[in-house]
Each structure stands twice: as structure tokens, then as C-alpha cells.
């Protein structure tokens, strides 16, 4: 099993569309969680951590379920400057590193 | 904003070459982390550093690989003997948190690309 996996899209959606991403880990020691965007050829950058009790930053909204080792985000009234690669991110608990899933493409047309 | 700086931002080099990529993390940060990808794949962690020593390694970060924290700001990564398979995006990432605080955002930068000939 993959360490972190996530479904590879690409999600073709209209703008104004809601649209949910999925991420599963394998480690249960594990303690950080996050999502991070990846422009075309450029760095990841953080869009936002993900807490246990869930957390919403204005259209995006994260969910842990420790017990399933899932991990959600949920992007509400998509713009076209939502388009990028959702990278689900997860530290190897008790390890100094984060772990990358392969991303998911998303792409918001008009 | 505060940023990590990475230079050069693109290398072009012969097979069996060393290479040097370096990075200025974050002045008040003190996790390192270099982490590789290469095209159209995901990004691979290759090592952290901490308190001047390499803290883990992946199995990617074999002895042709190195890290030195040279000064007190430089963040280096040397590839002692390049091979094709190493033509990748290098990023270098810092952190002022511990791994296992539960709020270790890594900043990253923009990256070095690597292309080996």
C-alpha cells in the first residue's frame, strides 16, 4: 500500500462547481496533516493543515478521519485560479519528514 | 514574506559531474529538508536536517548525495557523480517546527532544475 495515495484526476469542472478530493494514508502514527497546491512547474505551497475536529478557510474545507486514515478537502464555488495540482501531505509519524501523495489535477474551466 | 532561496534555478551538466545546488532557508527556521521531482511525477523526500546533522534519509539519498550547512545560512545539497536519473526538480524546504508538533509547515522554494546530459 502506498504510503499516501490519492485518486491521479484530472477533475474537469465548470467554475462555480463544488469539487471533493480524497487522500488515504498508511501510517497510523501519523500526526501532521495537510494539502498543499502545486502550480505548473512550480514549488508546493501550503493552502491549509488539517485538524482533527475538520477546518474550513473561506471556500475550502479539510476533514480527517484518524480511524479510516482518510483525508478530505472540499473546494466550494471553484475559480478558474483554483486550477492546480492538490497535494495531500502527511508526516511519517515519528519520523522527520512529510510525505507527498502524487497530487490531484484540477482543472476549473469557464 | 519571509522566503527560501534556492540558486541556480536551472543546471545543466554532463553525466558523472558534481554538482552543487544551494538554498537559504528561512533565517529564524531550524528543520532543513530537501525533497526532489522529477517530471510528472510526485515530490520525494531525500533528507532532513537538524542541529547540524542529517536527522533522516530516503533510500534515493545514496552516497553519491550530501548535505552541509557550510555557514550558519547555506543550505547545500552536492551530488558527487551525476546520472541521468538524477534530472529532476530539486526544492529545498525549511521549517521552525518540529516534525511531530502537529503545525510543521515546510516553506519551500522555487526550486533547481537539474538536467543531466
Known amino acids: 500500500r502506498k504510503e499516501v495515495e490519492q485518486d491521479p484526476g484530472p477533475f474537469n469542472v465548470p467554475e462555480g462547481a463544488t469539487v471533493a478530493f480524497n487522500c488515504t494514508y498508511s501510517?497510523?502514527?501519523?500526526?501532521?496533516f495537510f494539502w498543499y497546491r502545486q502550480d505548473c512547474r512550480k514549488e508546493p505551497k501550503l493552502l491549509m493543515s488539517v485538524y482533527s475536529s475538520g477546518n474550513e478557510d473561506g471556500r475550502f474545507t479539510a476533514q480527517l478521519n484518524r480511524a479510516s486514515q482518510y483525508i478530505s478537502l472540499l473546494i466550494r464555488d471553484s475559480k478558474l485560479s483554483d486550477s492546480a495540482t492538490y497535494l495531500c501531505v502527511v508526516n511519517a509519524g515519528g519520523y522527520n519528514k512529510l510525505i507527498f501523495g502524487a497530487g490531484t489535477r484540477l482543472a476549473v474551466h469557464p | 514574506e519571509p522566503e527560501v532561496t534556492q540558486t541556480p534555478s536551472h543546471q545543466v551538466t554532463q553525466m558523472g559531474q558534481e554538482v552543487i545546488l544551494r538554498c537559504v532557508p528561512i533565517s529564524n527556521h531550524l528543520y532543513f529538508y530537501w525533497y526532489r521531482q522529477i517530471l510528472g511525477q510526485k515530490v520525494e523526500f531525500l533528507v532532513s536536517?537538524?542541529?547540524?546533522?542529517?536527522?533522516?534519509k530516503s533510500e534515493i539519498f545514496d552516497d553519491q548525495f550530501s548535505v552541509e550547512r557550510p555557514d550558519g545560512s547555506n543550505f547545500t545539497l552536492k551530488i558527487r557523480s551525476t546520472k541521468l536519473e538524477d534530472s529532476a526538480m530539486y526544492f529545498c524546504a525549511s521549517s521552525n517546527r518540529a516534525p511531530n508538533s502537529g503545525a510543521n509547515v515546510l516553506t519551500f522554494g522555487a526550486g533547481s532544475r537539474l538536467t543531466v546530459l
Open positions: 536536517f537538524y542541529n547540524n546533522e542529517i536527522s533522516e
Open positions: 501510517n497510523s502514527a501519523s500526526q501532521s
